[in-house]
C-alpha cells in the first residue's frame, strides 16, 4: 500500500538550494521556516495559500501546531 508523504519541511541553508522549488511542487504540505533570503520563485509564494509558515524561534511548536492542525482538517488541507 502507497502512502503519500503529508509534510515537508524546507529549511534554508547555508548555500543557495534547488530543493525548495521541488519541495513545493510535491502533492504535500510545505512546511517552511521563514527564510532569509528571497529569490525569483518564492517572492510570491503566499503563507497559508502556498505553504504553511514555520516560525524561526520555537520551531518544534510550530511544526507540532502546523501538523496538528492538519491532522484535525483534513478537508482543508487537501484542498
Known sequence: ????????????????????????????????????FYDFFIRSLQPMQHYWPIRDKGKCKSIKHAVDWGNNHKEEVST
Open 1 to 36: 500500500m502507497y502512502l503519500p508523504i503529508r509534510y515537508k519541511i524546507y529549511i534554508e541553508g547555508y548555500a543557495w538550494s534547488v530543493s525548495e522549488k521541488y519541495i513545493l511542487a510535491c502533492d504535500s504540505v510545505t512546511l517552511m521556516v521563514k527564510p532569509r
